[in-house]
Structures are given as C-alpha cells and as structure tokens.
C-alpha cells in the first residue's frame, strides 16, 4: 500500500545550492521562488507583509513558482499573526497549491493548529481536497491528531470522505497502524462498514496490515466477519494468509 501526499513535516537544507532554503515547513521553500511578501510570509514578518500590500495589493493573492499563495506558506510555517492579516485582507482562504492543496490543509499536514483554527472560523472549506483525494481531516489522521480533527468534524468536516483509493478516514487510520484515531473516529460515529475500492473491510485491512489491537476494536463493533472482498477473501482468509508468510 502507498501513502501519498504525506511527507516530512520539516524542510530540508539542500547541500551544494547556494540558493537559501527555508526550514520549518511542509514545502521546501526556495528563496529563487518567492516574491517580497512570501519571503515575509514565510519568517512570520506582520509588518513587512503589511509594506508589501501597500504597495502593491495584487500581492495578497500572488502564486509563487509553486502555485502557492502568502496565505498557504504563513499556515506552513505557523505564522498567526500573518494568517489573521492576510484573512482580514480578504484573501482566497480556499485557493490551491501546485498539488491542489489549500492553506487549510497544508496547516493540517503541517499541524499548525493556530493557523488551522483561524482558517475553520472564517470560513475554510474542510472537505475540499489534493491530488491524491485528502482531505484534511486524513492529514490529521495521519499525524495522529486527535485535537486537530475535533476541531475539523466541528466545523463540518466529513467524516465518511474518500481519497483516491476509497480509504475512509477510519480506512486510513487502520492502514497507518493509528490505534487512537482509530479509536476516535468509532466514537464520532464513523462507519465501520466502510470499503476500499477492492471491498475490503476495516477489519480485512486491520489483519492484513497485522494490527491486532486495531482488530480487538473492530471485532467489538457490529461487523460482518464474513464480508467478502473483490477477489472473494473474508477477514478470515486475510488472517489464514498473514499467518501462512510469517
């Protein structure tokens, strides 16, 4: 199974460039790529972000080289201050990044919560989604952030979203071995009856990623042992066959 979209949190300095690279985002930052007010952006620099709309307002929604705004880089690198000025300028709170990311879920990935909760209470979509079908609240399941995905289903995020392999954010959790999430996600309501694109189970996916903790959790739900996948496997085949390879 392959996770997309889930990279490091940190940037990393390149060795041998000679152009500056930012660190402590989600994006790797070159200094060759952004305007004034991105470079503000990304130190957190209120005021020079401010000089930079005065002079010339068309910055507040200026792309740099990779489709990202003032407003995704200030969430990346957990700049408040910046995204509360950039926001009470009327920025595009839903615009996309090169990967079809919006400042809200670069803020999840990057689990600025500040940002996060600025965003959600001025209205940030919670259900728009990347390339690879994530919301944000999967980000959130991936960072195995309880807090953060509170706050999401609280301002209408759906719990039931699907990425581009069919993986619920509960399917996710289980994938990514996320015993609390897991845990979590059952207790706001989240359908244990849930499949993938190949029908396969929460608790199929359980066994098969060998979480037997996770499979405790589900086995006390009300499931179906003998639901049966694409290739007509059941939660019982996946155990005899994990069992057979070790």
Known sequence: MKLFGFGSRRGQKVLGSTDHVYTGSGYRIRDSELQKIHRAAVKGDAAKVEGCLARRSGDLDALDKQHRTALHLACASGHAKVVTLLINRKCQIDICDKENRTPLIQAVHCQE????????????????????????????????????????????????????????????????????????????????????RLRRTALMLAVYCDSPAIVNILLKQNINVFTQDTHGKDAEDYAISRHLTK
């Open 113 to 196: 919560e500040a940002c996060a909760v600025i965003l959600l209470e001025h209205g940030a979509n919670p259900n728009l989604k990347d390339i690879y079908g994530n919301t944000a609240l999967h980000y959130a399941v991936y960072n195995e952030s309880t807090s953060l995905a509170e706050k999401l289903l609280s301002h209408g995020a759906n719990i039931e979203a699907l990425d581009k392999d069919n993986n619920t954010p509960l399917l996710f959790a289980i994938i990514c071995k996320k015993e609390k999430m897991v845990e979590f996600l059952l207790k706001n309501k989240a359908s244990v009856h849930a499949i993938d």
